[in-house]
């Protein structure tokens, strides 16, 4: 199983970036997907999450209106995840994870997830 993010960068605040996660090693077209960060001395916090149909999307207050998820299942062997960053705020800078979730629906929650990628360094400066 591996869960691998990638994109992220250095960006100016007000700018825009785009994560893409790819997923494999399981059937994770049946799994929800989401984004999660954590920044320095913060606690891992959610930032949006895809249902594994699509068709449901959630988001962190936070970033409402200005990240959004997506998927494309369309290869049987990988799952990719992407999550679109427009406006980034210095207070988007962190790590950001992508997680995978048996279920199927969009949690919240970390510890609900079952896989994690390894992370993406964002950093946003002004």
């Known amino acids: 199983v591996q869960l691998q993010a990638s994109g992220g960068g250095l960006a100016q605040a007000g700018g825009s970036l785009r994560l893409s996660c790819a997923a494999s090693g399981r059937r994770f077209s049946m799994y929800s997907m989401a984004w999660f960060r954590q920044a320095p001395g913060k606690e891992r916090e959610f930032v949006a999450g895809?249902?594994?149909?699509?068709?449901?999307?959630?988001?962190?207050a936070s970033v409402q209106g200005r990240f959004t998820i997506s998927r494309d299942d369309a290869d049987d062997s990988v799952t990719l995840v992407y999550l679109q960053m427009n406006t980034l705020e210095l207070t988007d800078t962190a790590v950001y994870y992508c997680a995978a979730d048996r279920l199927g629906m969009v949690q919240t929650v970390a510890d609900a997830y079952d896989f994690w990628g390894q992370g993406t360094l964002v950093t946003v400066s002004s």
């Open positions: 895809i249902s594994w149909s699509g068709g449901s999307t959630y988001y962190g």
